[in-house]
């Protein structure tokens, strides 16, 4: 057993290693531009990659072969293989990232460096990428089922195992959540509140530490922060025209959406609701996760939108190369803004239902994945 536990500590590490490759290479697109394959993030998330396709393959290989009838009953067999659940997925997530190696340097060399985001390559990439931090979700999850009561070392493996979930789901949808630009418009909710909650339900119900949505939360802002400030410090200058914005250093993400109190207050609705109530509980958690997140978003905006907050410490002012500088950077976008001040406000308000109605939907699939969670021993 000891073998599946290094090995998921193993698979964990190289997910953090694909998060930080991950906004690593962002970093280096807004700065630098669209550089050679050969980049160092992109040998970070590469050598993450390898690292979760050894040590899970070794693991089937010996699991299958030289496994003792215990750690077998703890195997998931496919193909006449047998492995840990999360193995398997991880192991698919490697196999995909290094095909999507050649084939995206195939498709530079055929397309251009400057080509978009969104390409067959990096659709694989990011798929993969996906697939190992679920399986590193899964492989600490099921080492937290399986210890002891009372334990708290895997318990809080796995708040790190689902933090980096919710940094890989927040770094997806930055475009339309990251900026403060956005924190007072539908968008910003309307993604927010049908992606976040599913992860932070899932980490309520299925979590044995005390708090463990609020440790989930709290660990992926303070490794935002951290990773931004790191990166923030790193020189860089851009190599691909129109240079509109001259950087001096690596162009960091903004900082990070304040998921702390919505967390913390789906953790108090697990513990006040109970079990046995999942639809009612799942309608206050899209209202409490809205509340929440208007509470704290809407004057955290205007203080980052603020002259007071234009330091590297609150990572204002970090706008790509290609960018050209105006007021724009001071004001909010996807507003509300016409019409009487009632007939904002009523359609504000309409914003929030819906949303709600989101959180709602995205806490109830969270619960329902949390509760099959606690069942995972494999």
């Not at 060399?109 to 990428?129: F, Q, R, T």
């Not at 990070?256 to 999942?278: E, Q, T």
């Not at 409490?288 to 234009?310: I, K």
Request: proline share 5%.
């Amino acid at each position: 057993m000891r073998s599946i536990a290094r090995t998921a500590v193993a698979v964990l590490i190289a997910a953090a290693l694909i998060a930080i490759g991950l906004i690593w290479d962002i970093a280096w697109h807004r700065s630098v531009g669209r550089d050679t394959f050969w980049t160092p993030p992109h040998m970070v998330e590469y050598v993450a990659a390898i690292i979760v396709g050894t040590s899970c393959g070794w693991l089937i290989v010996r699991s299958t072969f030289r496994g003792t009838g215990l750690e077998q009953e703890h195997m998931v067999r496919f193909w006449g293989f047998r492995g840990p659940l999360g193995a398997w997925v991880a192991v698919w997530g490697s196999l995909a990232m290094l095909v999507s190696a050649p084939f995206d340097d195939w498709w530079h060399n055929a397309y251009g460096l400057d080509v978009k985001i969104v390409s067959p390559p990096h659709m694989l990439l990011g798929a993969g990428m996906t697939a190992i931090i679920v399986g590193a979700w899964l492989m600490t999850l099921a080492e937290q089922n399986r210890s002891a009561e009372g334990s708290r070392k895997f318990p809080i493996v796995f708040a790190v195992a689902s933090a980096i979930l919710l940094l890989m789901l927040v770094t997806i949808t930055m475009e339309y959540t990251a900026l403060p630009n956005l924190w007072r418009g539908r968008i910003f909710y309307f993604v927010s509140a049908a992606v976040f909650p599913l992860v932070l339900a899932a980490a309520a119900r299925s979590g044995r530490l005390r708090w463990p949505a609020t440790a989930t939360a709290s660990i992926f802002m303070l490794a935002s922060l951290v990773l931004s400030w790191v990166l923030q410090s790193i020189p860089a200058t851009a190599r691909l025209a129109p240079i509109n914005n001259p950087v001096t250093h690596l162009v960091a993400a903004p900082f990070p959406i304040a998921l702390i109190v919505p967390a913390a207050v789906f953790d108090l609705l697990h513990r006040a609701v109970g079990p046995g109530r999942d639809w009612r509980l799942s309608a206050l958690l899209g209202v409490g996760f809205v509340v929440a997140l208007l509470a704290v978003s809407w004057p955290l905006s205007g203080f980052l939108l603020s002259p007071a907050a234009q330091s590297p410490v609150f990572l204002a002012g970090n706008w790509d190369f290609s960018a050209t500088l105006g007021a724009w950077r001071f004001e909010y976008w996807d507003t509300m803004s016409e019409g009487s001040r009632g007939s904002v406000v009523a359609a504000f308000a309409k914003v929030l239902l819906l949303a709600a109605l989101f959180a709602a939907v995205s806490s109830r699939l969270g619960i329902a994945l949390g509760s099959w969670m606690r069942k995972v021993r494999r």
